[in-house]
């Protein structure tokens, strides 16, 4: 293989490779010490396109036009190339480990009612007193593992899964795991204090990761994966649909907080990765 380029941003290389793809241009992308990565070409007489290409890229990576073209060749929530996604076993290979067991967590639980009755589900509740939490952490985040009907649980592991598949692959499996845990317990919690313990669902995360994505892509767009503004939208119009008709029913309140606590932390996280960037 020939090289054809050295960049020392692994988000910018990848992004690169997926534009070389989607012109059917072969690469490999190799790491090397150092935190510098190098793309090599497959075919050699593709060498003066490829070098073409990537020039205009590296010189402006943030142009609509990169954009626009990712886009239509992408999945459309989450700007993902269809090539790398379904790549080597299909949809659920394509999603990390914490994406994966999350979801597989989620509808093992859903099910265990059928089985072994409701002791699943009252043990991950949040307790009636805040106080038992000092004997019992895990229900602080366990409720966002709770369904009550099968809409409920489809809608929020949809969710889950891109979002969750979108961070997995661009940072990291941490990233998502710590995120995770930071806004269920925020979001469980301020839940409590407005309706009291019985509630359950993914889909305070879900805001969270919506507003972690949202953020991050505002404030560090040299990461290039940026949210689709129509699908951030379309959430949010959710969220004041669900505040107006369906306040009785509807953990609002997670939903809100979760947001914003994503988006917080989008706003410090990409904000320190820009500054890491820039002193690259």
């Known amino acids: 293989m020939l090289e054809l380029v050295r960049i020392n941003n692994a988000a910018m290389a990848k992004r690169l490779a997926d534009l070389l793809a989607r012109r059917g241009i072969e690469t490999r992308l190799d790491q090397e010490q150092g935190g510098q990565y190098r793309l090599f070409l497959a075919d050699p007489a593709r060498h003066d ?166 953020l991050y892509g505002k404030v560090n767009p040299a990461a290039g994966y940026q949210l689709r503004r129509e699908i951030v939208l379309l959430m949010l119009v959710w969220l004041v649909i669900c505040y107006v008709g369906l306040s009785g029913i509807v953990a609002n309140t997670a939903h809100l907080t979760g947001l914003l606590s994503g988006a917080v932390i989008g706003v410090l996280v990409g904000l320190y990765r820009r500054m890491g960037y820039h002193r690259g």
């Not at 076993?89 to 059928?114: E, K, N, Q």
């Not at 995120?179 to 969270?208: C, E, H, K, M």
């Open 49 to 214: 396109e490829a070098r073409e290409l990537a020039r205009e890229f590296l010189a402006e990576p943030n142009a609509g036009k990169w954009q626009e073209d990712a886009w239509r060749a992408s999945e459309p929530v989450t700007g993902l190339p269809r090539e790398k996604v379904f790549l080597g076993g299909g949809w659920f290979a394509s999603l990390g480990p914490v994406t994966r067991t999350g979801l597989i967590a989620c509808v093992l639980i859903f099910l265990s009612p059928y089985v072994i009755g409701p002791v699943v589900y009252q043990a991950l509740m949040f307790p009636d007193q805040p106080q038992t939490l000092m004997a019992q952490p895990w229900r602080l985040l366990t409720p966002m593992l709770l369904h009550f009907s099968v809409l409920h649980i489809i809608f929020n592991l949809l969710w889950w899964c891109d979002l969750g598949r979108l961070i997995e692959r661009f940072q990291s499996s941490f990233q998502l795991l710590w995120l995770t845990l930071v806004v269920a317990a925020v979001s469980n919690y301020a839940q409590y204090l407005d309706t009291g313990p019985r509630f359950g669902g993914l889909s305070g995360v879900v805001y969270g990761l919506l507003g972690y994505l949202w």
